[in-house]
């Protein structure tokens, strides 16, 4: 039997036969838990397994129809907008969404369209926005800045500086700038922007200019790390100048994808014409969002993990995590071949290079290698104005234990002779065998750099940039 690829088959087959050839093509899949290159959530308990199979089949849109599985989503908005330190965390403004890049569309679109209603209600033109953020966002951020024309500014990475600071940001704003991105932390490298610094630049911009410039933080990742690992650290609604705030529940909130949260400070800062009622038991409940429908079996599994772990669960499970990862990251610096930029002491994220000086191998060489023995360890360039530098990039998830971790360095020691052995690098970013979700390029314009995209070619200005 030919398995049909192209075109409906004329007649269907036997449930088994469909479920083992579908089954068998899968298995030549990477094997997700040895995935070191994705954010995404690879396990989960099995009781929250049994009820997102068992919620799979509502609509989260049906709010009156499926009220329960409606309250839980408020539940969580609502643990999720205290966590944050929200202004109104009994009554939050924030919705569940299919991700971060959903959740970050929403979040800019609120910016934006605040700005919009600020510019009118002034008499003057609203034509030219702009968004202010480092380059190594992710690409949601472009993707927002090219869908709803909004042009934007692109602070390029120079020296050891990897990410957004202060003096850059500032430089960038001016009156059509609609707010600026902070990311905690860095796609790139796992590490924090400095979002309390930032705040307090831009407050001093306002006292010397009048501009009162709002501040998303992309919390995709850190917004569940830092209330657990760095409770001291200043970067939430704790800010009055945090507008809104974003995170991935399928990231380190543990559930499998795809869940993400967007929570506003208040609801002030988020436009009433953006809202939209939907029924919910007789009364009507405001959604916002880009999509319809959804399954609730991810808003579920994410209730089941906020009340199975509890404050103290998560702040155990990120704990190890950032264990394993600032372990992992010293031990493969003492390997010594290897300079890290980043420790795993913020994200549970690190990203280190093969220095100058090694001229046999390249990252390239030893993602391939490590490829070998099944480890998925992304390698890619960055962006402006540091495309000289290419790193590999280790994620350490829940389940990625310290068992796990000794055997990632054993093969990694082992490729090491090999690879020293090379008269030259054998891998370079175009040859690369591992293009971590290398598709994100985008239509019509050269693709922004990104670790999702493993050959990142230099910033090309936006249609909205050459104005
Ligand atoms: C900082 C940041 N923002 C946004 C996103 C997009 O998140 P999602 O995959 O949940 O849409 C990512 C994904 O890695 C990210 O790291």
């Not at 449930?15 to 298995?27: F, G, K, N, R, T």
């Not at 001093?204 to 501040?215: A, F, K």
């Amino acid at each position: 039997m030919t398995v049909p690829r192209n075109a409906f088959p004329a007649t269907g087959i036997d449930p088994d036969i469909a479920y083992q050839i579908v089954h068998d093509e899968l298995m030549l899949d990477g094997n997700a838990r040895l995935n070191l290159a994705t954010f995404v959530t690879t396990w989960m308990e099995p009781q929250a397994t049994t009820l997102m199979t068992e919620s799979f089949d509502k609509n989260l849109i049906d709010k009156d129809e499926y009220p329960r599985t409606a309250d839980l989503e408020q539940r969580c908005i609502r643990m999720l907008a205290r966590l944050w330190h929200a202004v109104e965390a009994d009554d939050p403004i924030g919705c569940s969404t299919t991700g971060s890049s959903e959740a970050c569309m929403l979040g800019g679109l609120a910016l934006k369209r605040r700005w919009q209603h600020a510019r009118r209600a002034a008499g003057k033109p609203t034509d030219r926005p702009n968004i202010v953020m480092g380059i190594n966002v992710q690409i949601c951020w472009e993707k927002f800045a090219n869908y709803w024309d909004v042009e934007p500014r692109l602070v390029p990475m120079e020296g050891n500086r990897f990410h957004l600071s202060p003096r850059e940001a500032v430089a960038q704003c001016d009156e059509n700038t609609i707010g600026v991105v902070t990311v905690l932390g860095s796609t790139f490298d796992g590490s924090y922007e400095p979002v309390a610094e930032i705040c307090a630049a831009l407050d001093d911009l306002e006292y010397r200019s009048g501009l009162d410039i709002p501040v998303h933080v992309d919390g995709a990742s850190g917004a569940l790390i830092a209330p657990f690992c760095d409770p001291d650290l200043a970067w939430d609604f704790q800010l009055p100048r945090v507008a809104s705030i974003n995170a991935s529940g399928h990231k380190y909130g543990l559930v499998y994808p795809g869940v993400g949260w967007v929570v506003w400070r208040e609801p002030t800062a988020l436009p009433e014409d953006l809202v939209y009622r939907v029924n919910y038991l007789g009364g009507n409940m405001p959604t916002f969002g880009l999509n319809f429908s959804r399954p609730g079996s991810q808003v579920v599994a994410q209730y089941y993990n906020f009340i199975r772990l509890g404050l103290e669960g998560y702040q155990r499970v990120q704990q190890y995590s950032r264990e394993v990862a600032t372990s992992l990251a010293a031990r493969i610096a003492e390997l010594g071949p290897f300079q890290l930029l980043t420790d795993g002491t913020q994200l549970p994220v690190f990203a280190f290079t093969v220095p100058e000086e090694i001229t046999a191998f390249s990252v390239f060489d030893v993602s391939a290698a490590l490829r070998e023995s099944g480890w998925l360890v992304p390698a890619y360039t960055f962006p402006n104005n540091r495309t000289d530098l290419a790193v590999l990039r280790i994620v350490v998830r829940n389940g990625f234990t310290h068992d796990l971790a000794d055997l990632l360095l054993d093969d990694l020691r082992r490729s090491l002779p090999r690879l020293e052995r090379q008269s030259m690098p054998l891998q370079g970013a175009e040859t690369s065998s591992f293009a971590h979700g290398a598709g994100s390029a985008k239509a019509g314009r050269r693709t922004a750099p990104s670790p999702e995209t493993a050959t990142p070619p230099e910033k090309v200005p936006s249609p909205q940039t050459q104005r």
